[in-house]
């Protein structure tokens, strides 16, 4: 058995067509969607995240904008910049790409950016949409458990009652994610380095979402052969200059269905992020 490979590639493109139509309707209108990404410094992973972002977002009709801020910017400083983006009514969608210099990471990033412009949806008052239940993937809220909801949504995998094993809790993938799924009434275990028989939890899993950072982590042994479970890989390694997920290839013999790395998880955020500038400017219109 191999599993079906899972691959961002033809949602992407759905979603593409759909985003440039709300986009043209919304040009039409006089307004062009417009993003601003902050970038403090010039980490080469950073660029290469934000180059992908332009480019879809360009794609459907949008308007890109890079702020490129010094590493050794002062907080001062960076407060200004944020507070001008937030009031700039050409700009519609911020965000702040991670990570930022050590000495800005004291600040609560994810509340800076209003809420309204806020297209990673990580301010609190869009992360509260997630824990108060919602299942509607037009408010603001984190592009990557978006993204993956999106992909399974396509591939026809079923939540309902499913048990979910999520792996890594981190606050930008994991413990959304979690949320998320419940809110579509799957059974949701999240699982984290202190999880104790860590193989026992994961093959018990329909559907299996690594989110953890360390490259091919999850081998055949973390699954049951007989349960076909679908398996969502998050990680983005970095090993010999190649981009490689969590999990391992191996996996594929096992598994019912897996999300390729690269053309997986990392296309499905950033197109999720596109929908999100999207949704933000047709919110402000409304006023
Ligand atoms: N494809 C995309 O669009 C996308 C988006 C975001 C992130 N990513 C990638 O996803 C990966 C995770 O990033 P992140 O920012 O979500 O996570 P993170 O903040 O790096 O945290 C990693 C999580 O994995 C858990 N973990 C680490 N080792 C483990 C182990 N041996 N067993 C079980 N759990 C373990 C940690 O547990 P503790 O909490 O106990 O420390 C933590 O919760 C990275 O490769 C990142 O590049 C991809």
């Known amino acids: 058995m191999t599993a079906q490979i899972l691959s961002a590639s033809p949602i992407v493109e759905q979603m593409k067509r759909d985003l440039k139509s709300r986009c043209e309707t919304l040009r039409n209108r006089g307004t062009v969607p417009s993003m601003c990404v902050v970038l403090v410094g010039d980490s ?3 660029l290469s995240y934000i180059r992908n972002k332009k480019k879809v977002c360009e794609e459907v009709g949008a308007t890109f904008n890079l702020l ?5 910017i002062s907080e001062h400083d960076f407060l200004a910049h944020i507070e001008k983006l937030n009031h700039d009514p050409k ?10 210099s050590e000495h800005l990471k004291r600040l609560n990033l994810s509340n800076l950016i209003l809420p309204s412009k806020d297209i990673d949806g990580f301010h609190g008052l869009n992360t509260q949409h997630i824990y108060t239940g919602t299942t509607n993937l037009k408010l603001l809220i984190p592009c990557t458990p978006k993204g993956i909801i999106h992909l399974l949504k396509f591939y026809g995998v079923d939540l309902e009652g499913k048990h979910v094993v999520v792996v890594g809790r981190s606050l ?3 413990k959304p994610l979690s949320m998320l799924l419940s809110n579509f009434n799957a059974t949701v275990t999240l699982a984290h380095s202190h ?10 899993a329909d559907i299996l979402i690594s989110a953890i950072g360390k490259a091919h982590f999850i081998q055949p042994k973390h699954l049951n052969p007989n349960k076909k479970t679908i398996v969502v890989d998050v990680g983005m390694n970095t090993v010999n200059g190649k981009l490689t997920g969590d999990v391992a290839p191996e996996v594929s013999s096992v598994a019912g269905g897996l999300t390729p790395v690269p053309g997986g998880v990392g296309p499905m955020t ?6 999100n500038l999207i949704s933000a400017t047709e919110n402000q219109l409304k006023g």
């Open 195 to 204: 999880t104790k028989n860590l193989e026992d939890i994961t093959k018990i």
């Open 68 to 72: 490129q801020l010094p590493a050794n």
């Open 270 to 275: 950033v197109v999720s992020l596109i929908e």
């Open 44 to 46: 080469p992973a950073s």
């Open 91 to 100: 700009i519609h969608g911020v965000i702040i790409q991670l990570p930022v």
């Open 172 to 174: 930008i993938v994991g």
